[in-house]
């Protein structure tokens, strides 16, 4: 067997896995969560990352927890605090709104189960 | 020698695994290229609720446009239709409301639709369905605030003062008399309205080829997804009234059909620990309590949201009379307060293991 023959198998080999890798990975790692507050866009938080973070925009504060690939708000400033009740959100078709602050959080991605276009 | 067939042996095994690493990722590649048209999304608060659009099209570029048109449309009625704006547009609810006229107000056709199709229902509801009762909605917040029940005498008070039957409409002047003391509210009909005028607004959008209108939760599809056959259904999940991560049954809909569902667990107000529904009685100011909600399946997502809260404030054999002696085909299904499910013969839908989910429901036959 001819060296230049080995590298281009290997070529082939290592070049087969990275594809391999890249749809795994894309297929996994793009979920999102985007904040926005009064229709403006004021963050995006990566669902792989735990993290617990506060976000202050004008007048309105809240605190949100991202913890196995989905997220909650801890804590805001509103009446019922229905969307603190709601807990955590994890698919694309799942979102949490805060009425009184005009607050949403949507999810981004591809891990929508049963491939719902909508929930109501 | 033996060495060297080794070597080619893995040489082959390699080529073969390699080969097949690639078709797949090709594969993968090609399916997500030809499966549904690229799409765009955006939410926005307004009507005091969420309004999502879901557009599917080649053209992004254009499809933002349409998009931008759509939420500009939305906005617009919303100014009209927000009973409780300071400063109102001329023409809109909240000046109708304010008015010192009792006889042929100019109204804005936007306002004059809603109501006119919502007063329709009216009577065939046994006088449950009033959209002259935005002091009750108010009374009823007030209250929560100082966590006390409304007295009968504040209820009946109001309701007396309301009286549906004396309002009358001039579709061809586009104006509207009504007896001092009725306060409209389009709570029950803005989500619906403006569904139905986005549905016609991105029909007329070249680029649009598909559409998901969720109008808080008011929802209305449009054309199709993409190329396959299962493109043009959108698949819908029914949430349970009482988890509302999980879902118990899923709607599938197609290009100009609506979905619209009313119940108790979205908006309530709380006194003295106990939740009371938003959708209040015509007849008795307290909500009802026959069910914890209610879906409506037809072409007008106006006609789905006012049925929906039509059907919620009456029994469920009254509410099948009035199905049944509409002009249009409207499918319903109802969720009672002890968790069983009934529906019309039409309404269709994929239930879940239903006694897998929180709230003990049933479904039961007829």
């Given at each position: 067997?001819?060296?230049?023959?080995?590298?281009?198998?290997?070529?082939?080999?290592?070049?087969?896995?990275l594809?391999?890798?890249?749809?795994?990975?894309?297929n996994?790692?793009?979920?999102?969560?985007?904040?926005?507050?009064?229709?403006?866009?004021?963050?995006?938080?990566?669902l792989?990352?735990?993290?617990?973070?506060?976000?202050?925009?004008?007048?309105?504060?809240l605190?949100?927890?991202?913890?196995?690939?989905?997220i909650?708000?801890?804590?805001?400033?509103?009446?019922?605090?229905?969307?603190v009740?709601?807990?955590?959100?994890?698919?694309?078709?799942?979102?949490?709104?805060?009425?009184?602050n005009?607050?949403?959080?949507?999810i981004?991605?591809?891990?929508?189960?049963?491939?719902?276009?909508?929930?109501? | 020698m033996?060495?060297?067939?080794?070597?080619?042996?893995?040489?082959?095994?390699?080529?073969?695994?390699?080969?097949?690493?690639?078709?797949?990722?090709?594969?993968?590649?090609?399916?997500?290229?030809?499966?549904?048209?690229?799409?765009?999304?955006?939410?926005?608060?307004l009507?005091?609720?969420?309004?999502?659009?879901?557009?599917y099209?080649l053209?992004?570029?254009r499809?933002?446009?349409?998009?931008?048109?759509?939420?500009?449309?939305?906005?617009?009625?919303?100014?009209?239709s927000?009973?409780?704006?300071?400063?109102?547009?001329p023409?809109?609810?909240a000046?109708?409301n304010?008015?010192?006229?009792?006889?042929?107000?100019?109204?804005d056709?936007?306002?004059l639709?809603?109501?006119?199709v919502?007063?329709?229902?009216?009577?065939?509801?046994?006088?449950?369905?009033n959209i002259?009762?935005?002091?009750l909605?108010?009374?009823?917040?007030?209250?929560?605030?100082e966590?006390?029940?409304?007295?009968?005498?504040?209820?009946?008070?109001?309701?007396?003062e309301?009286?549906?039957?004396?309002?009358?409409?001039?579709?061809?002047?586009?104006t509207?008399?009504?007896?001092?003391?009725?306060?409209?509210?389009?709570?029950?009909?803005?989500?619906?309205?403006?569904?139905?005028?986005?549905?016609?607004y991105l029909?007329?959008?070249?680029?649009?080829?598909?559409?998901?209108?969720?109008?808080?939760?008011?929802?209305?599809?449009?054309?199709?997804?993409?190329?396959?056959e299962?493109?043009?259904?959108?698949?819908?999940g029914?949430?349970?009234?009482d988890?509302?991560q999980e879902?118990?049954?899923?709607?599938?809909?197609?290009?100009?059909?609506?979905?619209?569902?009313?119940?108790?667990?979205?908006?309530?107000?709380?006194?003295?620990?106990?939740?009371?529904?938003?959708?209040?009685?015509?007849?008795?100011?307290?909500?009802?309590?026959?069910?914890k909600?209610?879906?409506?399946?037809?072409?007008?997502?106006?006609?789905?949201?006012?049925?929906?809260?039509?059907l919620?404030?009456?029994?469920?054999?009254?509410?099948?009379?009035?199905?049944?002696?509409?002009p249009?085909?409207?499918?319903a299904?109802?969720?009672?307060?002890?968790?069983?499910?009934?529906?019309?013969?039409?309404?269709e839908?994929?239930?879940k293991?239903?006694?897998?989910?929180?709230?003990?429901?049933?479904?039961e036959?007829?």
């Open positions: 067997m001819k060296k230049n023959e080995i590298v281009f198998l290997l070529v082939l080999a290592v070049l087969s896995g594809l391999l890798l890249f749809f795994l990975l894309t996994n790692a793009s979920t999102k969560a985007i904040i926005s507050i009064d229709n403006q866009e004021i963050a995006t938080l990566d792989n990352k735990n993290i617990i973070k506060t976000f202050t925009d004008g007048h309105v504060s605190k949100v927890e991202v913890k196995n690939k989905s909650r708000i801890i804590e805001i400033d509103c009446p019922n605090h229905l969307c009740k709601q807990g955590f959100i994890q698919t694309t078709k799942e979102k949490i709104v805060c009425l009184p005009k607050v949403i959080i949507s981004e991605g591809k891990n929508n189960e049963e491939n719902l276009d909508g929930v109501q | 033996y060495f060297v067939l080794k070597i080619k042996n893995i040489k082959i095994i390699l080529i073969v695994l390699g080969l097949l690493l690639l078709a797949v990722g090709g594969y993968l590649l090609f399916k997500q290229q030809q499966s549904t048209l690229p799409s765009i999304f955006e939410g926005r608060v009507m005091d609720t969420e309004i999502d659009l879901t557009l099209g053209d992004t570029k499809l933002n446009t349409a998009k931008i048109g759509g939420f500009q449309l939305v906005e617009n009625i919303d100014k009209l927000n009973a409780l704006l300071e400063d109102p547009l023409g809109s609810i000046w109708l304010s008015s010192p006229e009792t006889t042929n107000i100019a109204v056709p936007d306002v639709a809603q109501i006119s919502a007063k329709e229902y009216y009577l065939p509801s046994n006088r449950e369905y002259g009762l935005l002091k909605s108010s009374l009823f917040k007030q209250s929560a605030l966590d006390r029940l409304p007295t009968t005498e504040e209820i009946n008070t109001i309701i007396a309301s009286n549906l039957d004396q309002v009358t409409i001039d579709l061809e002047q586009q509207i008399s009504r007896p001092l003391g009725t306060y409209f509210d389009l709570g029950s009909t803005g989500k619906g309205y403006s569904a139905d005028r986005l549905y016609d029909l007329t959008q070249k680029s649009v080829q598909g559409a998901l209108i969720n109008a808080g939760g008011t929802i209305k599809v449009l054309g199709l997804k993409g190329s396959k299962e493109d043009a259904i959108f698949k819908i029914l949430q349970s009234p988890a509302k879902i118990i049954g899923t709607v599938s809909l197609t290009d100009n059909q609506s979905l619209a569902t009313s119940g108790d667990y979205y908006r309530y107000y709380t006194i003295k620990g106990q939740n009371f529904s938003h959708i209040l009685s015509g007849t008795e100011g307290f909500p009802k309590t026959y069910f909600s209610v879906s409506i399946c037809t072409s007008s997502a106006l006609n789905a949201d006012i049925l929906s809260t039509v919620y404030l009456i029994p469920q054999e009254d509410g099948q009379k009035l199905l049944e002696s509409l249009f085909k409207a499918e299904l109802w969720i009672t307060s002890e968790g069983k499910i009934l529906k019309t013969p039409g309404f839908i994929q239930f293991e239903l006694n897998k989910l929180e709230g003990g429901y049933f479904y036959e007829k």
